[in-house]
Protein backbone atom coordinates (compact mmCIF):
# COMPACT_ATOMS: atom_id res chain seq x y z
CA UNK A 1 0.00 0.00 0.00
CA UNK A 2 1.93 3.42 -0.89
CA UNK A 3 1.40 6.38 0.28
CA UNK A 4 0.53 9.40 -2.61
CA UNK A 5 0.02 13.24 -0.51
CA UNK A 6 -2.67 14.61 -3.24
CA UNK A 7 -5.09 16.01 -1.05
CA UNK A 8 -4.41 17.45 2.33
CA UNK A 9 -6.62 16.84 5.54
CA UNK A 10 -9.65 18.89 5.89
CA UNK A 11 -9.96 20.29 9.38
CA UNK A 12 -12.39 18.00 11.70
CA UNK A 13 -15.14 16.46 9.91
CA UNK A 14 -16.03 18.88 7.52
CA UNK A 15 -16.27 18.52 3.52
CA UNK A 16 -14.73 20.31 1.06
CA UNK A 17 -17.78 20.78 -0.44
CA UNK A 18 -20.83 23.22 0.22
CA UNK A 19 -24.37 23.98 -1.00
CA UNK A 20 -24.85 27.10 -1.89
CA UNK A 21 -28.03 28.08 -3.46
CA UNK A 22 -28.43 25.14 -5.54
CA UNK A 23 -24.29 24.66 -6.18
CA UNK A 24 -22.25 22.86 -5.32
CA UNK A 25 -19.15 24.71 -4.25
CA UNK A 26 -15.98 23.56 -3.42
CA UNK A 27 -14.56 25.29 -0.47
CA UNK A 28 -11.10 25.97 -0.95
CA UNK A 29 -8.28 23.09 0.70
CA UNK A 30 -5.53 23.88 -1.93
CA UNK A 31 -4.68 20.96 -4.04
CA UNK A 32 -7.91 20.08 -4.58
CA UNK A 33 -9.65 19.75 -8.00
CA UNK A 34 -11.44 23.19 -8.86
CA UNK A 35 -14.80 21.48 -10.58
CA UNK A 36 -17.83 23.59 -9.75
CA UNK A 37 -21.25 21.55 -10.41
CA UNK A 38 -24.93 22.77 -9.68
CA UNK A 39 -26.68 20.22 -7.50
CA UNK A 40 -29.06 19.57 -9.67
CA UNK A 41 -26.52 18.64 -12.90
CA UNK A 42 -24.77 16.42 -10.18
CA UNK A 43 -28.44 14.62 -10.00
CA UNK A 44 -29.19 14.91 -13.48
CA UNK A 45 -25.51 13.28 -14.28
CA UNK A 46 -26.08 10.27 -12.09
CA UNK A 47 -29.86 10.15 -13.30
CA UNK A 48 -28.12 8.95 -16.53
CA UNK A 49 -25.28 7.22 -15.54
CA UNK A 50 -27.46 4.76 -14.18
CA UNK A 51 -29.61 4.28 -17.37
CA UNK A 52 -26.39 3.94 -18.88
CA UNK A 53 -25.50 1.23 -16.75
CA UNK A 54 -29.33 -0.43 -17.33
CA UNK A 55 -27.62 -0.69 -21.21
CA UNK A 56 -24.36 -2.18 -20.11
CA UNK A 57 -26.28 -4.59 -17.99
CA UNK A 58 -24.64 -3.78 -14.25
CA UNK A 59 -24.79 -6.31 -11.43
CA UNK A 60 -26.95 -4.08 -9.81
CA UNK A 61 -29.73 -3.46 -12.67
CA UNK A 62 -30.61 -7.19 -13.79
CA UNK A 63 -33.60 -8.12 -12.28
CA UNK A 64 -34.70 -11.15 -10.37
CA UNK A 65 -35.80 -14.21 -11.99
CA UNK A 66 -39.37 -15.86 -12.53
CA UNK A 67 -37.84 -18.17 -10.02
CA UNK A 68 -36.44 -15.78 -7.52
CA UNK A 69 -40.46 -14.57 -7.37
CA UNK A 70 -42.44 -17.78 -7.11
CA UNK A 71 -39.90 -18.50 -4.09
CA UNK A 72 -40.46 -15.78 -2.81
CA UNK A 73 -44.30 -15.64 -3.07
CA UNK A 74 -44.27 -19.08 -0.86
CA UNK A 75 -42.12 -17.15 2.13
CA UNK A 76 -38.40 -18.19 0.84
CA UNK A 77 -36.94 -14.82 -0.03
CA UNK A 78 -34.07 -13.06 0.76
CA UNK A 79 -32.71 -9.22 -0.23
CA UNK A 80 -28.92 -7.58 0.18
CA UNK A 81 -28.62 -4.16 1.51
CA UNK A 82 -25.09 -4.64 0.54
CA UNK A 83 -23.09 -6.88 -1.97
CA UNK A 84 -22.84 -10.10 -0.48
CA UNK A 85 -25.01 -10.48 3.05
CA UNK A 86 -28.75 -10.87 2.61
CA UNK A 87 -30.39 -8.96 4.82
CA UNK A 88 -31.19 -10.93 8.44
CA UNK A 89 -35.35 -12.17 8.06
CA UNK A 90 -35.97 -10.02 11.50
CA UNK A 91 -35.12 -7.38 10.33
CA UNK A 92 -38.21 -6.73 8.18
CA UNK A 93 -40.85 -8.44 10.82
CA UNK A 94 -43.73 -9.59 8.91
CA UNK A 95 -43.96 -8.29 5.44
CA UNK A 96 -48.00 -9.02 4.67
CA UNK A 97 -49.51 -5.65 4.21
CA UNK A 98 -46.75 -3.32 5.09
CA UNK A 99 -46.44 -0.32 3.18
CA UNK A 100 -42.70 -0.48 2.09
CA UNK A 101 -40.61 2.24 0.09
CA UNK A 102 -38.07 1.18 -1.59
CA UNK A 103 -35.80 4.26 -1.92
CA UNK A 104 -33.35 4.79 -4.33
CA UNK A 105 -33.56 0.96 -5.07
CA UNK A 106 -34.77 0.98 -8.65
CA UNK A 107 -33.49 -2.23 -10.58
CA UNK A 108 -35.59 -4.80 -10.47
CA UNK A 109 -34.65 -6.89 -7.71
CA UNK A 110 -35.31 -6.06 -4.26
CA UNK A 111 -38.43 -4.13 -4.67
CA UNK A 112 -40.08 -6.89 -6.40
CA UNK A 113 -39.03 -9.54 -3.80
CA UNK A 114 -40.93 -7.33 -1.38
CA UNK A 115 -44.27 -7.39 -3.07
CA UNK A 116 -43.96 -10.73 -3.54
CA UNK A 117 -43.08 -11.63 0.08
CA UNK A 118 -46.45 -9.49 0.56
CA UNK A 119 -45.72 -5.71 0.54
CA UNK A 120 -47.09 -2.70 -0.52
CA UNK A 121 -44.28 -1.53 -2.32
CA UNK A 122 -42.94 1.67 -3.78
CA UNK A 123 -39.59 2.13 -5.82
CA UNK A 124 -38.19 5.26 -6.09
CA UNK A 125 -35.48 6.29 -7.97
CA UNK A 126 -33.92 8.86 -10.19
CA UNK A 127 -33.44 6.35 -13.05
CA UNK A 128 -36.30 6.07 -15.52
CA UNK A 129 -34.28 2.62 -16.76
CA UNK A 130 -33.93 1.55 -13.53
CA UNK A 131 -37.84 1.80 -12.73
CA UNK A 132 -38.71 0.17 -15.87
CA UNK A 133 -36.84 -3.04 -14.15
CA UNK A 134 -38.81 -3.03 -11.38
CA UNK A 135 -42.24 -2.28 -13.93
CA UNK A 136 -41.02 -5.43 -16.49
CA UNK A 137 -40.92 -7.70 -13.49
CA UNK A 138 -44.47 -6.51 -12.03
CA UNK A 139 -45.59 -7.36 -15.35
CA UNK A 140 -43.88 -10.66 -15.94
CA UNK A 141 -44.57 -12.02 -12.47
CA UNK A 142 -48.17 -10.28 -12.05
CA UNK A 143 -46.98 -8.31 -8.72
CA UNK A 144 -48.53 -5.15 -7.78
CA UNK A 145 -45.92 -2.90 -7.46
CA UNK A 146 -45.45 1.28 -8.01
CA UNK A 147 -42.72 3.30 -9.27
CA UNK A 148 -42.02 6.46 -8.84
CA UNK A 149 -39.42 8.96 -9.89
CA UNK A 150 -36.96 11.41 -8.00
CA UNK A 151 -34.08 11.95 -5.65
CA UNK A 152 -33.83 10.07 -2.04
CA UNK A 153 -33.44 13.90 -0.49
CA UNK A 154 -36.88 14.78 -1.99
CA UNK A 155 -40.19 12.55 -0.79
CA UNK A 156 -42.67 15.58 -0.69
CA UNK A 157 -44.47 13.24 -3.60
CA UNK A 158 -45.28 11.43 -0.34
CA UNK A 159 -46.84 12.35 3.21
CA UNK A 160 -46.03 12.33 6.45
CA UNK A 161 -45.93 8.53 8.38
CA UNK A 162 -46.96 7.27 4.82
CA UNK A 163 -44.69 3.79 5.50
CA UNK A 164 -43.85 1.17 7.45
CA UNK A 165 -40.78 0.00 6.50
CA UNK A 166 -38.14 1.88 3.94
CA UNK A 167 -35.34 -0.22 2.07
CA UNK A 168 -32.49 1.69 1.04
CA UNK A 169 -29.86 -0.57 -0.35
CA UNK A 170 -26.06 1.37 -0.76
CA UNK A 171 -26.45 4.15 -3.34
CA UNK A 172 -26.41 7.51 -1.33
CA UNK A 173 -22.48 7.96 -2.17
CA UNK A 174 -24.56 9.77 -5.22
CA UNK A 175 -26.33 12.37 -3.21
CA UNK A 176 -23.90 15.52 -1.92
CA UNK A 177 -26.32 15.51 1.25
CA UNK A 178 -27.23 13.08 3.01
CA UNK A 179 -28.68 14.41 6.22
CA UNK A 180 -31.70 15.52 4.15
CA UNK A 181 -32.20 11.94 3.17
CA UNK A 182 -32.51 10.60 6.66
CA UNK A 183 -34.80 13.57 7.60
CA UNK A 184 -36.97 12.63 5.16
CA UNK A 185 -37.03 8.94 5.64
CA UNK A 186 -37.58 9.75 9.09
CA UNK A 187 -40.81 11.80 8.35
CA UNK A 188 -42.05 9.34 5.59
CA UNK A 189 -42.26 6.70 8.24
CA UNK A 190 -44.87 5.52 11.10
CA UNK A 191 -43.52 5.37 14.37
CA UNK A 192 -42.13 2.41 15.12
CA UNK A 193 -41.79 1.80 11.39
CA UNK A 194 -37.72 0.38 10.23
CA UNK A 195 -35.13 2.08 8.25
CA UNK A 196 -33.01 -0.63 6.69
CA UNK A 197 -29.87 1.12 4.80
CA UNK A 198 -26.77 0.11 3.35
CA UNK A 199 -23.88 2.70 2.58
CA UNK A 200 -19.83 2.14 1.84
CA UNK A 201 -17.25 2.48 4.54
CA UNK A 202 -15.76 6.29 3.43
CA UNK A 203 -12.08 4.63 3.70
CA UNK A 204 -12.88 3.40 -0.17
CA UNK A 205 -12.19 6.51 -0.72
CA UNK A 206 -8.69 7.16 -0.08
CA UNK A 207 -7.35 5.05 -2.31
CA UNK A 208 -6.71 6.13 -6.22
CA UNK A 209 -9.48 4.63 -8.86
CA UNK A 210 -7.28 4.46 -11.80
CA UNK A 211 -4.20 2.63 -9.64
CA UNK A 212 -7.22 0.48 -8.35
CA UNK A 213 -7.88 -0.75 -12.08
CA UNK A 214 -4.61 -1.77 -12.19
CA UNK A 215 -4.41 -3.70 -8.98
CA UNK A 216 -2.63 -1.37 -6.85
CA UNK A 217 -3.95 0.18 -3.33
CA UNK A 218 -2.25 3.82 -3.36
CA UNK A 219 -3.41 6.08 -0.45
CA UNK A 220 -4.49 9.19 -2.38
CA UNK A 221 -7.18 11.17 -0.89
CA UNK A 222 -7.98 13.16 2.39
CA UNK A 223 -11.31 12.62 3.57
CA UNK A 224 -14.02 13.65 3.03
CA UNK A 225 -13.96 12.69 -0.64
CA UNK A 226 -15.76 14.21 -3.77
CA UNK A 227 -14.77 13.41 -7.13
CA UNK A 228 -15.99 17.00 -8.38
CA UNK A 229 -13.71 18.40 -5.65
CA UNK A 230 -10.54 16.20 -5.56
CA UNK A 231 -10.08 15.31 -9.25
CA UNK A 232 -8.80 17.45 -11.90
CA UNK A 233 -11.39 17.92 -14.88
CA UNK A 234 -9.62 15.77 -17.13
CA UNK A 235 -9.42 12.53 -14.87
CA UNK A 236 -12.83 13.65 -13.63
CA UNK A 237 -14.08 13.30 -17.23
CA UNK A 238 -12.16 9.74 -17.52
CA UNK A 239 -14.25 8.97 -14.35
CA UNK A 240 -17.34 9.70 -15.83
CA UNK A 241 -16.75 7.89 -18.86
CA UNK A 242 -15.65 4.83 -17.47
CA UNK A 243 -18.77 4.87 -14.58
CA UNK A 244 -21.01 7.36 -16.19
CA UNK A 245 -21.89 8.55 -12.46
CA UNK A 246 -20.22 10.85 -9.56
CA UNK A 247 -19.70 9.86 -6.09
CA UNK A 248 -19.59 11.38 -2.48
CA UNK A 249 -17.60 9.71 0.71
CA UNK A 250 -19.79 10.78 3.66
CA UNK A 251 -18.64 10.40 6.81
CA UNK A 252 -19.49 7.90 10.07
CA UNK A 253 -20.83 10.77 11.73
CA UNK A 254 -23.26 11.83 8.68
CA UNK A 255 -24.36 8.21 8.06
CA UNK A 256 -24.51 6.84 11.31
CA UNK A 257 -24.89 10.22 13.72
CA UNK A 258 -27.17 11.65 11.03
CA UNK A 259 -29.73 8.56 11.47
CA UNK A 260 -29.26 9.93 15.25
CA UNK A 261 -29.89 13.51 14.29
CA UNK A 262 -33.20 12.48 12.28
CA UNK A 263 -34.76 11.17 15.32
CA UNK A 264 -33.87 7.19 14.96
CA UNK A 265 -33.20 4.72 17.26
CA UNK A 266 -30.22 2.24 15.97
CA UNK A 267 -31.05 -1.49 16.51
CA UNK A 268 -28.90 -3.49 14.34
CA UNK A 269 -25.94 -3.48 11.95
CA UNK A 270 -22.92 -5.53 10.03
CA UNK A 271 -20.15 -4.97 7.85
CA UNK A 272 -19.62 -6.44 4.32
CA UNK A 273 -16.87 -6.69 1.51
CA UNK A 274 -17.09 -6.08 -1.91
CA UNK A 275 -18.61 -8.09 -4.59
CA UNK A 276 -16.87 -10.48 -6.60
CA UNK A 277 -13.89 -12.08 -4.89
CA UNK A 278 -14.20 -10.43 -1.60
CA UNK A 279 -10.72 -11.43 -0.57
CA UNK A 280 -9.36 -9.54 -3.52
CA UNK A 281 -8.26 -5.85 -3.55
CA UNK A 282 -9.28 -3.52 -0.81
CA UNK A 283 -11.69 -6.17 0.81
CA UNK A 284 -8.74 -8.04 1.76
CA UNK A 285 -8.16 -4.96 3.79
CA UNK A 286 -11.57 -4.08 5.42
CA UNK A 287 -15.07 -4.15 5.27
CA UNK A 288 -15.84 -1.96 2.56
CA UNK A 289 -19.75 -1.25 3.33
CA UNK A 290 -22.18 -1.56 5.89
CA UNK A 291 -25.59 -1.86 7.04
CA UNK A 292 -27.92 -0.64 9.25
CA UNK A 293 -31.54 -0.96 10.85
CA UNK A 294 -32.74 1.85 12.76
CA UNK A 295 -36.47 2.37 13.88
CA UNK A 296 -38.58 5.45 14.11
CA UNK A 297 -39.41 5.84 17.76
Not at 221 to 228: S, V
Request: aromatic share 8%; hydrophobic share 40%; net charge negative.
Amino acid sequence: MTLFPHSPPIAGNMPPWVCVQGWIVYNGAPGRGKTVMRADEVSRNNQQGWDRRVEEQDVWTRPVSVEEVARARLGDWSVFLTPNIPVPGDWFGEMAGKHVLALASGGGQQGPILAAAGGRVIVFDASPRQLGQDEAVAVRDGLTLTTRQGFMHDLSAFADASFDLIFHPVSNCFAPEILPVWREAHRVLRPGGALLAGFMNPMVYVFDAEAEDRGELIVRHALPYADITHLPPEELQRRIARDHTVEFSHTLEAQIGGQLQAGFVLTHMYEDRDGGAPDTGRSRYFPTCMATRAVKP
